[in-house]
């Protein structure tokens, strides 16, 4: 079992940057965490997270502007910079086991999620 927590959301103006935290608590196993975000009536989509070789990849659409950082193998952080107004979305931390591998990208490999943060950037 693995419970999740977000924090960090808010409003920020375009332009701005904004730092989203996820902390994990487990029961035991590996697992792999990812940042997701969905607006509504959309599917969740991938933001950030590490691939097969253990490195930090990006979305297209954030690439250059989003880093990930690790403090530990519980804490997952997802900085925001250069914010866009289409950057406005529930943000979710999610948790997958350490040996699902492929498909990275895919919500469906991911078991476990946390409630989200919202985070509205202004024009």
């Not at 880093?67 to 950057?87: C, G, H, M, V, W």
Request: one cysteine or more; proline letters at 3%.
């Amino acid at each position: 079992q693995v419970q999740l927590m977000e924090s960090g959301g808010g409003s920020v103006q375009s332009g701005g940057s904004l730092r989203l935290s996820c902390s994990a608590s487990t029961s035991g196993g590996n697992y792999i965490l990812a940042w997701f975000r969905q607006l509504p009536g959309d599917q969740r989509e991938w933001v950030a997270g590490f691939n097969t070789a253990n490195n930090a990849v990006f979305a297209d659409s954030v690439k250059g502007r989003f880093f990930i950082s690790q403090e530990t193998a519980n804490t997952l952080y997802l900085q925001r910079t250069k914010l866009r107004p289409e950057d406005t979305a529930m943000y979710y931390c999610a948790a997958r086991p350490a040996h699902r591998t492929n498909s990275y990208r895919s919500p469906q490999m991911y078991d476990y999620w946390g409630k989200g943060t919202q985070v509205t950037v202004s024009s």
